[in-house]
């Protein structure tokens, strides 16, 4: 191999590195994201006519937010939406 050819190849497994670790945060949200949806709905439906209304429609719309944002791929917006869940699911 010639000197370019391994430049070429650090240059290559740097740029995948970066796509890699994009991609690894991506899907530790979405399984993290998914986790607390699940968990949420199952506390909604044992515990849900125990919370006030207004809460209760809080956590259904950030679970609805956060199952929005996980059709995408936006990592930063499935963190957002899935503290914003955690925040409100803890009146349950």
């Known amino acids: 191999l010639s000197e370019a050819d391994i430049e070429k190849m650090v ?7 970066e796509a890699d670790k994009k991609r690894r ?6 399984n993290d994201a998914d986790g607390l949806v699940h968990s949420t709905e199952k506390a909604l439906a044992e515990h849900g006519s125990k919370v006030a209304e207004t809460e209760r429609r809080a956590i259904e719309d950030a679970v609805s937010d956060l199952k929005e944002a ?23």
């Not at 945060?25 to 979405?30: D, G, I, L």
Request: proline share 0%.
């Open 25 to 30: 945060e991506a899907v530790t949200a979405k």
């Open 70 to 92: 996980l059709k995408g791929d936006d990592a930063e917006a499935i963190k957002a939406k899935t503290h914003t869940l955690a925040q409100a699911s803890m009146k349950l």
């Open 11 to 17: 240059q290559d497994a740097e740029a995948n590195a």
